[in-house]
């Protein structure tokens, strides 16, 4: 096989049915490999926060970087392209020629399933960011997946839900990043959204894959639908969708491809056309250097990585609020740590952000690592949706987890066919993508032993639910039957059985053993399993604790300390692709926990690990907040470095944070009304809202403090006929070094002839300032980029004349300094 692929000789070549097989995945994660004519398989891998390759079940490690969100919160371009430089690194690890990522989506309001994965509420800063992990993904030749091309906003039906957008804030808001990223990094490929725009699914729309992103556009990369994605044959080859993903394909079937070829429904000039961009894919992934059929590995889990992600970790931690200076906190002081989210984890959301990570550094082992103390801790309240994993709880000859033993028959058979045996960590176990060269289908069945060692006398509570049969045995008596009786209910990613929960009491030092015998997805007696491959099972456990005790024992340990970091959030069953979150109120008792802890201790730090932004009905009460994200691997030690000021916080935010839900310009239009979402609040998203009606947020889009401080002057503006220049000094007003962001904003002339927003992020630079040191600044801006709206009756953007005002400063509701340019001829003008 040739590493160089010849790919006008091969169109020449194929067969229609070979061009057929390659207009699909062969599997979850493969091209269709042509074998007689030298084309192989190349491998694709989700990478929103790290590369996980090709399994979720028994996945191979790997680096797990902070979330869009956090990404987004540096607002440090050179450090994205050096995030996308170790994805590709990681890529090569596991195989995978093609990244799937970054995710582009814009952040309507906060309730978004996955908006955790994007960069911002704001396009500017979404689509440089975008452009900036491309780039350092393609440096090295591994292709990027720019997704999910568009309105992709939120998940409530969302394969179905129409996406209703005018076109002035398609433009302006939803496929501006879109453009950016294109723009300046020119990625090899973009996946289509789930969704309709406007009535057609994106995944078939020639207005918006054909007529903007090939000839408005010019760009050439291949199109690959979402899993499952794809709702037609003709209108996607028509419309421009060169690849159907996953396979085997469940609409491009060969021989209905074929017949709709034969039958000149489909142009075969068409088809060469999308099958020329897989072949163009394949021979750019070639040249990568990575082996087709590659192993995965875990062998980039090295100290570089680690710093890495510590480092961009640490980058994007905000520091919100910080009265009296109680941050940075001093090492001498007793701290204790308290909340459910400090020795949990919270590294990524749910869904295909989610992976196995090489390690996970939670809060309290950062902070414990400053201290030569032992760290008091609390949970204070739990805010688990289904109770704990209890493989996590568990042993199984001596080690942490529990015996998996895989057959081909069911428990009640005499004889059993062993296919597989292996240790597990989790009895939270996604199987879809189980396969094995003795199974010929979906069909087999998994029994699992383990022990439970009771720490303390008291009920401990047991759950199941399943997309397949769950039996779960306590000292071989059958203690929850999730088989016999099943009601179906939604989950995440489609359904599940309702399940059961049950409790048992437990004498200190008790060991029950327990059996679970699982039968995949076909054995589901509820319905028809909605998913590809083997299901999933969930059995969890938790000791059952009355809120009141674990607040009475947060209470007891804040009274002690001298200060204390109080870890809340959300975490993956909160925020997770496959759904939309109801409220923005922290789940569980977290909020009468920051109430109470105040009430013996005033000294509190409240760190919040989410995605997106919660409501902080406290927030007058606590002197210090912190914003930690979806973080990574590295977060508890990046908080920590945060919170004892090795590193000062250079964070801003990436989207506003409302006073309450009812606030922000979603709030009555962000769900699917009969398969309809209209976006009624137009471009007028995040601050441009809240700046119009001027309502303030809780923290506005931008904020971010330092335990430095900063000034800014002498701001002057200059415009090319291309280019707008503003240059701004930074001083640096305290003793320690500082990094700054500052933030160009631009308002439109009073004679606009349409609505506009008061002012909108243009351009934006992070520099590093030595104590009592000045920077100056400059940032440069395309004029046409900084001057237009888009003109939705002449479909074209439209640069007005008249006078401009250019504000700097370092949030959107900062002081800003105020400088004009003046154009004196409008233009309109296409492309990019």
Not at 191 to 203: F, I, L, P, Q, R
Not at 407 to 412: R, W
Not at 780 to 788: F, G, I, K, M
């Amino acid at each position: 096989m040739t590493s160089e692929l010849d790919v006008d000789e091969i169109l020449h070549r194929l067969t229609l049915k070979e061009m057929a097989t390659l207009l699909s995945l062969s599997d979850f994660w493969h091209t269709a490999e042509v074998p007689r004519l030298g084309i192989p398989a190349i491998r694709l891998s989700d990478g929103p926060n790290g590369v996980r390759g090709t399994k979720f079940f028994r996945g191979v490690p790997a680096a797990c970087l902070t979330s869009g969100t956090g990404m987004g919160a540096t607002f440090n371009t050179d450090l994205l392209v050096e995030a996308g430089e170790l994805m590709a690194e990681e890529a090569r690890h596991k195989g995978a020629h093609v990244v799937l990522g970054p995710t582009c989506n814009m952040q309507r309001g906060p309730l978004g399933g996955r908006g955790f994965e994007s960069f911002s509420e704001d396009p500017v800063l979404s689509g440089m960011a975008a452009a900036s992990v491309i780039q350092g993904i393609q440096k090295s030749g591994i292709a990027a997946t720019i997704k999910h091309f568009v309105c992709n906003d939120l998940e409530d039906e969302r394969r179905s839900v129409n996406s209703i957008v005018s076109e002035r804030a398609l433009r302006e808001i939803y496929l501006l990043p879109f453009q950016l990223a294109i723009k300046h990094a020119n990625p090899r490929c973009l996946m289509t959204a789930y969704n309709k725009v406007n009535g057609e699914h994106a995944s078939q729309s020639k207005g918006l894959l054909t007529d903007v992103l090939r000839e408005e556009w010019g760009w050439d990369g291949l199109v690959m639908s979402d899993w499952f994605g794809v709702y037609s044959v003709k209108a996607a080859i028509d419309a421009g969708l060169d690849l159907e993903c996953p396979g085997p394909p469940v609409v491009r079937k060969i021989d209905t491809l074929v017949h709709e070829v034969s039958s000149r429904e489909v142009a075969i000039t068409v088809v060469h056309d999308r099958v020329r961009r897989v072949l163009e894919l394949v021979k750019h992934a070639l040249k990568s250097g990575v082996p087709v059929d590659g192993k995965e590995d875990a062998e980039n889990n090295t100290a570089e990585t680690a710093a890495f992600a510590r480092r961009l970790a640490s980058e994007a931690v905000v520091l919100l609020k910080n009265e009296g200076k109680l941050l940075p906190l001093k090492p001498a002081a007793k701290i204790a740590v308290v909340g459910p989210n400090a020795k949990f984890a919270r590294i990524f959301g749910g869904g295909s952000a989610s992976m196995t990570p090489y390690y996970a550094v939670d809060i309290y082992s950062g902070v414990q690592s400053k201290v030569d103390y032992a760290v008091p801790y609390a949970l204070g309240c739990s805010i688990e949706k289904n109770l704990l994993d209890l493989g996590k709880l568990s042993v199984y000859d001596g080690k942490q987890g529990v015996r998996c033993r895989i057959y081909k028959e069911p428990a009640d058979c005499p004889q059993r066919t062993l296919i597989d045996e292996f240790h597990l960590d989790s009895t939270k176990l996604s199987l879809f993508d189980y396969k094995n060269a003795q199974l010929e289908g979906n069909l087999f069945f998994m029994d699992f032993e383990g022990e439970l060692h009771a720490e303390e006398a008291c009920e401990y509570e047991f759950g199941v639910c399943c997309l397949g049969t769950t039996l779960l045995f306590l000292n071989d008596e059958l203690f929850i039957d999730d088989k016999t009786h099943q009601k179906l209910r939604k989950g995440g990613m489609g359904v599940c059985t309702v399940g059961d929960v049950r409790a048992r009491h437990l004498e200190k030092g008790e060991v029950v053993r327990f059996r679970i015998e699982f039968g995949s997805a076909p054995t589901l007696r509820a319905g028809d399993a909605d998913a590809d491959g083997g299901g999933f099972m969930h059995v969890t456990a938790m000791k059952k604790e009355r809120e009141d005790d674990l607040i009475a024992r947060a209470r007891e340990v804040a009274a002690a300390a001298d200060c204390v970091v109080l870890c809340l959030g959300t975490s993956p069953d909160w925020e997770s692709e496959g759904f939309d979150r109801t409220t923005m109120d922290l789940p569980g008792a977290q909020d009468r926990l920051v109430e109470e802890v105040l009430s013996v201790n005033r000294n509190v730090v409240a760190v919040n690990l989410s995605g997106t932004p919660v409501a902080m009905p406290w927030i007058d009460q606590v002197p210090a907040v912190v914003q930690g994200w979806f973080n990574g691997m590295e977060s508890g030690n990046a908080i920590a470095d945060v919170l004892f000021g090795d590193v000062n916080p250079s964070g801003k935010l990436s989207l506003s944070f409302p006073r309450r839900l009812e606030d922000n310009p979603a709030f009555l239009t962000f769900r699917s009304n009969k398969g309809e979402v209209v976006y009624g609040e137009d471009v007028f998203v995040g601050y441009r809202y809240y700046d119009k009606v001027g309502r303030p947020p809780l923290f506005a889009f931008g904020h971010g403090l330092s335990y430095t401080s900063f000034g800014l002057q002498n701001l002057a503006v200059s415009i090319t006929q291309t280019t707008l220049v503003a240059t701004v000094d930074v001083t640096n007003q305290g003793d320690i070094p500082g990094k700054e962001v500052v933030q160009l904003y631009v308002s439109p002339p009073e004679t606009s002839e349409v609505e506009r927003p008061k002012k909108e992020l243009k351009g934006f630079r992070k520099v590093l300032v030595q104590p009592h040191a000045t920077e100056t600044v400059s940032i440069e801006v395309p004029l046409r980029y900084a001057s237009s709206y888009f003109d939705a009756e002449r479909h074209q953007w439209s640069v007005e004349k008249g006078e401009y005002m250019v504000l700097v400063g370092n949030s959107s509701a900062s002081p800003l300094l105020s400088a004009k340019y003046e154009l004196t001829k409008a233009e309109f003008w296409t492309g990019l």
